[in-house]
């Protein structure tokens, strides 16, 4: 079931949401106005309550100088599609399956996850999608203070692959491949609203597994 807010989204068979799919309560990120699923791949949408959480997430990092940009949201099957196919473009199949999820199997498709970046750093011509955000003061807040509004990374960064003085960025002696517990690599943009209080539990989980 596509509407809960834990459905399971992942690389598996049984993880893959069926192409008509698309929730019912999609609105404008910005705005806030109902929007269609045709006029959503036109624009950034969310479902109604992740909308509304990630405007006050917006909020309170704008107190430490980030100004958000989503830079990906809703995306529908076909969408999905084209996504994965420029991945692809850019590289091999293989290469684009670590980046990039298959249509039916992107938690994109829920209208709970936004690709989010600051304002300051989509500015580089090197494009959004590079390493390091999650080490800038921006990322790190978001690491430390997303599941306060109920978002959670979904694709961190897998313990044995951690740098050993900087926990916000993968090391660099050896080659760094797919997280085997989640299928992708490291993702420090991607966040999925999964509730307050799920995405609390997370957290504590978190913090009791890495002491």
């Known amino acids: 079931d596509g509407d809960d807010l834990l459905a399971l989204v992942n690389r598996s068979p049984q993880g ?18 109902a929007k269609t699923k045709e006029e959503c ?40 599609c084209g996504t994965f196919a420029k991945w692809v473009e850019k590289s091999t199949f293989c290469d684009a399956t670590e980046q990039s999820a ?7 498709q829920l209208g709970t996850t936004v690709d989010l970046f600051t304002e300051e ?3 580089d011509p090197r494009g959004v999608f590079r390493e390091n955000f999650g080490c800038t003061p921006a990322g790190k807040w978001l690491q430390g203070h997303s599941w306060e509004f109920g978002f959670v990374m979904p694709y961190p960064i897998h313990p044995d692959d951690e740098h050993p ?6 090391r660099w002696d050896i080659p760094i491949g797919i997280n085997p517990r989640t299928g992708y690599r490291y993702e420090h943009w991607h966040y999925r ?14 913090f009791n597994v890495e002491l």
């Open 16 to 33: 893959a949401l069926p192409p008509d799919y698309a929730p019912n309560d999609l609105v404008d990120a910005r705005s806030g106005t």
């Open 41 to 80: 791949d036109r624009t950034q949408c969310l479902r109604k309550d992740p909308k509304e959480a990630l405007d006050q997430l917006l909020s309170d990092w704008k107190k430490i100088g980030a100004i958000g940009k989503i830079e990906s949201a809703y995306r529908s099957y076909s969408s999905q």
């Open 102 to 108: 298959l249509p039916g199997h992107s938690q994109h």
């Open 121 to 123: 750093w989509a500015k």
């Open 165 to 170: 003085k900087q926990k916000c960025v993968t």
């Open 193 to 206: 609203f999964v509730g307050k209080d799920l995405a609390s539990a997370h957290e504590g989980l978190r």
